[in-house]
């Protein structure tokens, strides 16, 4: 004979199956539950990079500010035309996109620093890379560290030879609006 009586469950289990796992079961509370896990992951996924089996860091290597603003005096300001530019701290993106700025006539201009990104969504970019020729051991192909927008008319890619590891700057055709 079975009893008609309800099961008793303990507190922490779950009516439907009766697993003991810490999932709320207020809606609210399930969200907050679920957003709580996603961000732990995402913050993951950020901080700790993807690691290849021969033990190096899949991906572009990330460039300082300081390193972004030593090698921008290898270029012009496209209004007064000097060679001192400062990276303003307080515009940095998550995202890799920084503002430039001229010291002495303080314009602005963005700095892109998702090489990795730009180079899957711009199917040229690697075609173009291959052709840059190293002005120190003539040699071809480079690696993409950084780009600027100076101008509508004026664009650059921050370059570092392959085979000697010169780092220059390159003016770039492709971002041109011309």
């Known amino acids: 004979m ?18 003991t796992g810490s999932i709320p079961t207020a809606p609210s509370t399930f969200f907050n539950f679920l957003l709580a896990q ?3 992951r ?6 700790v990079p993807l690691v290849t089996s021969e033990g190096g860091i899949l ?20 209004i007064c035309k000097t ?7 307080r515009t940095m993106q998550p995202d890799g996109e920084w503002k430039g700025a001229c010291v002495k006539c303080r314009y602005s201009f963005p700095v892109h620093t998702d090489m990795e990104f ?8 690697p075609y173009r890379l291959k052709e840059i020729t190293c002005p120190a051991c003539q040699s071809r192909g480079v690696d993409l560290d950084f780009r600027i927008v100076m101008s509508v008319r004026e664009a650059h890619y921050f370059v570092t030879c392959k085979t000697c590891g010169h780092q220059f700057p390159e003016r770039s055709t492709l971002e041109t609006f011309e």
């Open 2 to 19: 079975v009893p008609t009586a309800a099961v008793h469950r303990a507190p922490s289990e779950c009516a439907r199956c009766g697993s």
């Open 38 to 40: 996603l961000q732990k």
């Open 42 to 47: 995402i913050q993951t996924a950020i901080l």
């Open 59 to 78: 991906g572009m290597r990330a460039i300082s500010v300081e390193q972004a603003e030593s090698r921008l005096s290898a270029v012009r300001c496209a």
């Open 83 to 89: 060679n001192g530019f400062v990276i303003d701290r």
């Open 118 to 125: 730009y180079q899957r969504t711009q199917p040229d970019i």
